[in-house]
């Protein structure tokens, strides 16, 4: 069964605007991920953050983590065509074992 | 680093044949797990390992599927009778903590 769940399952925006995905989880957890998917290819990690942090950057990814209402945001700023993929959160059940939500499809129209 | 190496990376069988999926790691990656890709089901956890060691198989849908991990650096699952409903991309991936995968490209699997 799947911890996290996506939303919006599709998203569609113009090149340069700002992409937001969520993601909701059903029990506690120790950390979060989100990972990327082009397609045809493997998942790439992206960023983790830890369930005692708030919010977390790397480059133009921002990651913010609300525990208390068990969701997750993944910002990503001035997009670009190359961020065209799926993004899929990623939580911990348990120890080193990651269950994945069914993901995001991220369009960027040029 | 080459990173983690799937083959074959596409498979083609007819239904009730045996099918052997590779697997190499990145080496001083203690953890290697195995997941399956459908549209229907997503990404689900199959098996994954701890310093070679089957840590939890629940994941794994029936008898007919199989792993194993001889040593740090190969992995192998393994269909057997295979079906058409097994077909799907699998994915392998490595980590040194249990967090941060790194995935192979996976090998597309086609039974007809």
């Known amino acids: 069964s799947q911890q996290g769940e996506e939303d919006p399952q599709a998203l569609s925006i113009q090149e340069g605007e700002n992409a937001t995905m969520n993601c909701s989880y059903k029990?506690?957890?120790?950390?979060l991920q989100w990972y990327r998917q082009n397609s045809g290819r493997g998942l790439v990690h992206l960023i983790l953050i830890r369930s005692n942090e708030r919010e977390k950057h790397s480059g133009r990814l921002r990651v913010t983590l609300d525990t208390s209402k068990k969701s997750s945001s993944l910002l990503i700023t001035a997009s670009r065509a190359a961020d065209t993929a799926s993004y899929f959160c990623a939580t911990d059940s348990s120890a080193s074992k990651i269950i994945f939500g069914s993901g995001t499809r991220l369009s960027i129209r040029p | 680093d080459a990173g983690v190496i799937q083959s074959p990376r596409h498979e083609v069988t007819e239904m009730g044949q045996e099918v052997t999926l590779r697997c190499k790691p990145i080496?001083?990656?203690?953890?290697l797990f195995w997941y399956r890709q459908t549209m229907m089901r997503g990404l689900e956890l199959l098996i994954y390992f701890n310093n070679n060691v089957p840590i939890d198989d629940s994941g794994m849908p029936e008898d007919r599927f199989s792993a194993k991990m001889p040593n740090a650096s190969f992995s192998t699952l393994k269909i057997q009778p295979s079906e058409p409903r097994d077909s799907a991309v699998y994915f392998c991936?490595?980590?040194?903590?249990?967090?941060?995968?790194?995935f192979g490209s996976g090998t597309r699997l086609t039974v007809v």
């Open positions: 991936a490595s980590s040194p903590t249990g967090f941060g995968y790194t």
């Open positions: 080496s001083g990656h203690d953890y």
């Open positions: 029990t506690s957890i120790n950390n």
